[in-house]
């Protein structure tokens, strides 16, 4: 009479198989966390592109002229103008990171600005960073925000 025999997995490697489930699952959740940074980052920089599309558009019916702000403005209190939308984009993630502009002028109200710089933290860096767009067309990151409407890039 032959003995059967039975095979299947001891203790021991039931848990080794589980911790290493348990490993790669973290280190995903890491990398993932890490994705929806980027991806709201990538939503600021597309949002702030927006803006300046829609100022650029602005300033060609208005013979080459921004809105005049002379101090740091949510770019969406220039919504809605003439040619925009009647809802501006806002910050993907919190009003923790928020869109800014300011430009030269004599101030809001008057649209007698010839030059504006826009800006918005950039969440996924090791330290506080800005992602910068001005009206000469530069874009970029700085390690501080612009102190007037001058590009800092």
């Known amino acids: ?3 059967e025999i039975i095979r299947g997995f001891t203790l021991i490697e039931l848990l080794v198989v589980i911790s290493i489930i ?3 699952a973290s280190l995903v959740l890491v990398s ?3 994705s929806q940074k980027q991806a709201r980052d990538t939503q600021r920089k597309s949002d702030v592109k927006q803006y300046q599309s829609l100022l650029e558009a602005y300033a060609g019916i208005t013979l080459g002229l921004y809105p005049s702000r002379t101090v740091n403005t949510r770019p969406d209190t220039l919504c809605p103008t003439p040619l925009g939308p009647t809802s501006c984009p806002r910050d993907p993630s919190s009003t923790t990171y928020e869109y800014w502009y300011r430009s ?5 109200p008057n649209i007698d600005a010839t030059q504006y ?3 918005s933290v950039v969440e996924n860096a090791s330290s ?4 910068i767009i001005c009206s000469s067309g530069r874009t970029g990151t700085s390690a501080a925000a612009p102190a007037s409407s001058n590009c800092p890039i």
């Open 1 to 3: 009479m032959k003995k």
């Open 22 to 24: 348990g490993i790669l």
């Open 32 to 34: 993932f966390t890490g």
């Open 104 to 108: 030269n002028g004599t101030g809001s």
């Open 117 to 119: 710089v826009m800006w």
């Open 128 to 131: 506080t960073t800005y992602w």
